[in-house]
């Protein structure tokens, strides 16, 4: 089986992120960066059908050139090989865009089986690009999985829901975006981050991949960020003395905030 799975690398939560003053865009120069969490667990689970079904692991990753660090922790974590779409008329694309240069690349590999992917980055969370890439692909979508399993030429995930558990089965091949639930990250071995040193990266630029540098950018963007402001400190919070009528003084705060 051969598998890909999307890997991005993206500010660390626990550092500041912020936006440039110019355009918007997330400044990724502010902020450490590290491989997504959930690329890790959605990696993590490709190895297990891996193990179990045999085949082949690429990382693919759209993004600038220091995402080979991801990318590399990616193949410190045991994926096989890894292709890089990594072009400056790409900074500042939507999801939109973003979903159709993936599907481009991906369509420049062989014999893909079973694609997967985070339910939502930390950054963007749009959580829209599997499905997206699932339809441009024109395969199937099981989003939101938080179980896996492949049994010949169908793909099943269980998805958790406030109602209960769904069960969802299409043919292969197919587009798993999976959630924190699908199971714990692999933490890459000392073996494993000398081999990454030797694995193929294939770098490729939008000429590449065949994209049009006229169809990504933020220029060309569907949708993008046209005003930001910082948020405002927080304000004093308003104190209620209890004098045989503190319940009624909390409700009506909580009315007329339309809070209840």
């Avoid at 979508?141 to 896996?148: F, G, I, P, Y």
């Avoid at 990250?185 to 049009?212: C, E, Q």
Wanted: contains cysteine; glycine residues 8%; negative net charge.
């Amino acid at each position: 089986m051969n598998i890909v799975v999307l890997v991005k690398q993206v500010p660390d939560t626990w550092s500041e992120r912020k936006l440039t003053d110019g355009d918007h865009t997330l400044d990724r120069e502010a902020a450490d960066a590290i491989l997504d969490e959930i690329n890790e667990r959605a990696l993590t689970e490709a190895l297990r059908l891996k193990q179990e079904l045999g085949g082949e692991i690429t990382a693919v990753c759209m993004g600038p050139e220091r995402s080979t660090d991801a990318i590399r922790k990616a193949l410190s974590m045991e994926a096989d090989k890894a292709v890089h779409l990594s072009d400056e008329a790409l900074r500042g694309s939507c999801a939109v865009q973003t979903a159709k240069a993936l599907a481009k690349v991906i369509g420049t590999l062989d014999s893909v089986d079973l694609v997967i992917a985070g339910n939502e980055a930390t950054d963007g969370r749009t959580g829209a690009i599997p499905a997206m890439l699932a339809e441009l692909l024109g395969i199937a979508q099981l989003t939101h999985a938080s179980k896996v399993t492949v049994d010949g030429g169908t793909v099943t995930i269980e998805r958790e829901t406030d109602e209960g558990k769904a069960t969802v089965q299409a043919a292969l091949p197919a587009v798993v975006s999976v959630t924190e639930k699908i199971c714990e990250p692999k933490y890459p071995s000392f073996k494993g981050i000398m081999a990454a040193k030797k694995k193929p990266i294939a770098k490729l630029t939008l000429a590449d991949a065949g994209i049009d540098a006229g169809e990504v950018g933020i220029a060309n963007a569907l949708s993008k960020v046209v005003e930001a402001a910082p948020k405002p400190p927080r304000s004093g919070g308003q104190r209620v003395t209890d004098e045989g009528d503190g319940g009624v003084k909390i409700a009506e705060y909580l009315i007329a905030q339309k809070l209840v």
